[in-house]
């Protein structure tokens, strides 16, 4: 399996997930052209883009999905609440509910868990490939505690890390926006994202992927900074970290 952040941040957002059997994104809050511009960046057709995983229906996770649904026709993976609210938004689409939150296509097994967002039926995603296995969570206020053993000890994490709290409190955004943000159906902030992560990293851990950064109330400096200090807090030690962008894909990494 191999993923590629196509792009991450308040401004949109999109992930491609790659095995021998299936190519398939997870949201497409960026412009549909950005996308088919990304992928054939990578030598993939947009064609090829079968399946589609949608967190949720906010604007910078679903903005070039009907675009791309016209175009392209790829099976849309949504809960069953979801599906009522992008119906209105997008309009139809072929599409998937989760069966007792997991689905399986062709060789991917995917977990859902929820995830606390102010929006519709909320999602994050625990994917699995053979022995591969990845973690996709952004747009949460916090991670619930029965999600733990599910999300121990996966090979990559790619985790949101949306604010720095005293950033955020001197920065320009109004106080009800501030408190939107910090709330249990907002972000995370880079101390929760890190604290979280030293609940989960384990020895097949390889590789944390930071996404979701805000660009006012952000840097990755302190992305880095805040990580490097928790995780020497609590005597771990793990360096291959990253900070995905708004408008600039990673590389495509083997998980």
Do not use: W
């Not at 309009?91 to 097994?109: A, H, N, P, Q, S």
Request: charged share 25%; proline share 2%.
């Amino acid at each position: 399996m191999k993923t590629c952040v196509l792009s991450s941040g308040s401004k949109g957002n999109s992930c491609l997930i790659v095995t021998d059997k299936v190519k398939l994104l997870i949201d497409i809050g960026t412009t549909c052209a950005y996308v088919e511009k990304t992928l054939n960046g990578l030598d993939i057709n947009p064609n090829e883009i079968t399946h589609i995983l949608i967190t949720h229906n906010h604007a910078d996770h679903i903005k070039g999905l009907k675009v791309f649904i016209k175009k392209y026709n790829p099976i849309i993976h949504v809960t069953e609440k979801l599906l009522n609210v992008l119906i209105k938004e997008v309009g139809t689409f072929r599409y998937e509910l989760y069966y007792d939150k997991k689905t399986k296509i062709e060789d991917l097994e995917v977990n859902i868990i929820k995830t606390s967002h102010d929006a519709e039926d909320s999602i994050g995603f625990i994917i699995k490939n053979e022995s591969s296995s990845m973690v996709y969570i952004t747009d949460t206020g916090y991670i619930n505690s029965r999600y733990y053993d599910i999300l121990s000890n996966n090979n990559l994490y790619i985790l949101e890390s949306n604010h720095d709290v005293k950033m955020l409190r001197e920065g320009p955004y109004p106080y009800y926006l501030q408190q939107r943000v910090i709330s249990d159906k907002g972000h995370l902030s880079n101390k929760q994202a890190s604290d979280y992560l030293c609940k989960f990293i384990g020895n097949n851990t390889k590789r944390i992927i930071f996404a979701h950064i805000s660009e006012h109330n952000n840097t990755e400096e302190k992305v880095i900074e805040t990580f490097n200090e928790i995780t020497r807090k609590n005597n771990i030690n793990f360096n291959n970290v990253s900070v995905a962008r708004q408008n600039e894909a990673t590389e495509l990494i083997e998980v």
